[in-house]
């Protein structure tokens, strides 16, 4: 059997927040059917052009669905319902997606139009560049942690004999959507909230980068 030292090495990236997603669900309550489904229609089309008008383009907005239901408290005797629609948009900016929203307020002074706004997992960045440095940094992990157990048990180290990628974990950044929960702003007849909105940097998050690295000894 021949004799080797097997190590992980590992290697760290930070990515940045470069793109906010969001669903928007709008949705309409009234106490005949037909008014539900065709006030909300009417409602989805309104956000859309108000949203369109406020500076997102229309490669910004996407189709999220249409739910229609039946509260359970309503009285089995009335034909009521409650319908929404799903937008989803995508922008770089989220004081961008703000002064959207805020565009959209007089279209919920209805009470019975709610509008609901959910972050979404956001996209990070993905740059092969530094994908590169931390895969050789990883390796380079790895050596160093080999050479130090060679040299307190009096052996030489190696050839790379064997390399295991052990694929790489995500953190998370703590920004809306990028939590082990579901966090969500729940807005009724209102949107954005008004006034300027300051920008900061985007969220950040850890992605590492594992190798198991088996490495020859000579005795």
């Not at 928007?24 to 052009?49: F, K, N, P, Q």
């Given at each position: 059997?021949?004799?080797?030292?097997?190590?992980?090495?590992?290697?760290?990236?930070?990515?940045?927040?470069?793109?906010?997603?969001?669903?928007?669900?709008?949705?309409?309550?009234?106490?005949?059917?037909?008014?539900?489904?065709?006030?909300?229609?009417?409602?989805?089309?309104?956000?859309?052009?108000?949203?369109?008008?406020?500076?997102?383009?229309?490669?910004?907005?996407?189709?999220?669905?249409?739910?229609?239901?039946?509260?359970?408290?309503?009285?089995?005797?009335?034909?009521?319902?409650?319908?929404?629609?799903?937008?989803?948009?995508?922008?770089?900016?989220?004081?961008?997606?703000?002064?959207?929203?805020?565009?959209?307020?007089?279209?919920?002074?209805?009470?019975?139009?709610?509008?609901?706004?959910?972050?979404?997992?956001?996209?990070?960045?993905?740059?092969?560049?530094?994908?590169?440095?931390?895969?050789?940094?990883?390796?380079?992990?790895?050596?160093?942690?080999?050479?130090?157990?060679?040299?307190?048990?009096?052996?030489?180290?190696?050839?790379?004999?064997?390399?295991?990628?052990?694929?790489?974990?995500?953190?998370?950044?703590?920004?809306?959507g990028d939590e082990s929960w579901?966090?969500?702003?729940?807005?009724?007849?209102?949107?954005?909230?008004?006034?300027?909105?300051?920008?900061?940097?985007?969220?950040?998050?850890?992605?590492?980068?594992?190798?198991?690295?088996?490495?020859?000894?000579?005795?």
């Amino acid at each position: 059997m021949k004799n080797y030292i097997e190590v992980t090495g590992s290697a760290k990236i930070v990515e940045q927040v470069m793109e906010y997603r969001t669903s928007l669900e709008i949705s309409v309550r009234a106490a005949r059917e037909d008014t539900a489904t065709s006030d909300a229609g009417i409602l989805r089309d309104e956000c859309i052009r108000g949203l369109l008008d406020a500076g997102l383009g229309r490669d910004q907005l996407s189709e999220g669905g249409t739910a229609i239901w039946r509260p359970w408290h309503w009285k089995k005797s009335k034909n009521g319902q409650e319908v929404s629609h799903k937008i989803l948009v995508t922008c770089k900016a989220l004081a961008q997606l703000h002064k959207a929203l805020d565009t959209l307020e007089p279209l919920f002074k209805n009470e019975r139009n709610t509008i609901t706004v959910s972050a979404q997992q956001p996209r990070f960045e993905n740059d092969p560049a530094k994908l590169t440095a931390a895969q050789v940094a990883a390796i380079r992990d790895a050596r160093a942690k080999a050479e130090v157990i060679a040299s307190e048990t009096g052996l030489q180290l190696g050839a790379v004999a064997q390399v295991e990628d052990l694929g790489t974990t995500a953190g998370r950044s703590g920004a809306y959507g990028d939590e082990s929960w579901g966090a969500v702003e729940y807005a009724r007849g209102g949107g954005g909230g008004g006034g300027n909105f300051e920008e900061l940097e985007g969220a950040t998050r850890i992605r590492t980068v594992n190798y198991r690295v088996r490495f020859g000894v000579v005795s």
